[in-house]
């Protein structure tokens, strides 16, 4: 008995550390269409400063050249410019967008955001930077949160072995990743909207996303188009919050983007929380399930008790707690968490 009680406790003990942990994260983003992905990075760097996560790297699903420059401006901002960030020659959305150009900003002779990364082409392949990232970490630990395009994932899932691992893509990716977490379709009905609807991750690299949801081999996450718009970020917050500084990358994009008193949707946010913290903290869960995505970039749920699938579903008392929560994780201060 006495043997079994102690087995018990180590058990207990070993459990408490894992969750003590920070999660080991890799943030694949395409980042320049839209603002939500700059605040979400700024979340993460907040959660790896409380010891919640370690951003491994950043992978990019946006082929324009700033986009790579802009997340390294973003990093170093936060204190953390050696964090690597790989890019994809993909074609999809090559425009430099709205707030990209904050990379090349100049306030005299000197950078506004300082940064080495001067150009995505001077950057690795994404591919080639997921599994050198994933390579190096521990079994079944690492997160990804992907708030973009499925480009690079689903290239991935299709890569070789080769100098960094004996495996190929999907064998790589079963035995070191834990978890998917999502920004993509849509799994309630929209607002203002008739039947199903086609949404943007999805259905700008249709291929990507029904290639990945045919073969990855991991738990995945989904939250859905419906979440981020039913949780709009405070234009207050953007107006108020990040003065601490003359400049700020993440208010300044927003500015660019859609300057308050617009409230931008919080889609790539709600992904990087979950990823990273107890999703049934701030939302309830599906059913297990299937995901898979038709010819016109619908994703269909299928409940399945051994389904790989669940995806969030936001209760209207739970929204005043997430968007607080998605506000104070975005708005801090570096090195604050």
Known sequence: MATLLLAVALTTFASAEDARKPVPLIFDTDIGNDVDDV?????IHTLQSSGECELLAVTITKDNPLAAPFTDAVNTFYGRGEIPIGVCRSGVTPEAGKFLGLAQQMDGDKQRFPHDLKSGADAPDAVALLRKTLAAAEDHSVVIAQVG????LANLLASQP???SSLGGVDLVKKKVKLLSIMGGAFRQIPGKKGRYGEYNIIKDLAAAQKLTQQWPTPIQWSGYEIGIALTYPHESIEGDYGYVPHHPLSEAYYL?????HDRPTWDLTSVLVAVR???QYFALSAPGQVSVNDEGHTIFTENPQGRDRYLILTEKDQPKVRETLVKLSKQAPGKP
């Open 278 to 280: 107890d999703p049934e």
């Open 39 to 43: 605040l979400a990075l700024g979340m």
């Open 257 to 261: 983007y859609s300057p308050p008193p």
């Open 149 to 152: 395009f499925s480009t690079n």
């Open 162 to 164: 080769d100098d960094t």
